[in-house]
Nanobody, 124 residues
Framework: QVQLVESGGGSVQAGGSLRLSCAASGYTYSSNCMGWFRQAPGKEREWVATIRSGGNSTYYVDSVKDRFTISQDNAKNTVYLQMNSLKPEDTAMYYC?????????????????WGQGTQVTVSS
């Protein structure tokens, strides 16, 4: 299994920026997708972004496209989520996840390893 640890969350005002980090350890070569999900209290866990092997393709949920950027530093085994122009509706616990073999890698059921989460709070 891949072990994941998120960091970088915090409280910011609307329009501000945060960069989340996800440090991966273990058998990282087994993962073909790395993703970010978020979950607000009382709501379902929502897919946010994915970076996929085979060209490092990236994908985003419509609500964050053009504002968020997922990237990875292979040398450091770290995945990032740069979040700009944050909105109050972005407030949630953000989770990093790894999939051994996903297809689209846009569903939580495809991921087998999860981090502990990092809280992001955006105020008006």
């Amino acid at each position: 299994q891949v072990q994941l640890v998120e960091s970088g969350g915090g409280s910011v005002q609307a329009g501000g920026s945060l960069r989340l980090s996800c440090a991966a350890s273990g058998y990282t070569y087994s993962s073909n997708c790395m993703g970010w999900f978020r979950q607000a209290p009382g709501k379902e866990r929502e897919w946010v972004a994915t970076i996929r092997s085979g060209g490092n393709s990236t994908y985003y949920v419509d609500s964050v496209k053009d504002r968020f950027t997922i990237s990875q530093d292979n040398a450091k085994n770290t995945v990032y989520l740069q979040m700009n122009s944050l909105k109050p509706e972005d407030t949630a616990m953000y989770y990093c996840a790894a999939a051994n073999w996903g297809s689209w890698c846009m569903s939580a059921v495809e991921y087998n390893s999860w981090g502990q989460g990092t809280q992001v709070t955006v105020s008006s």
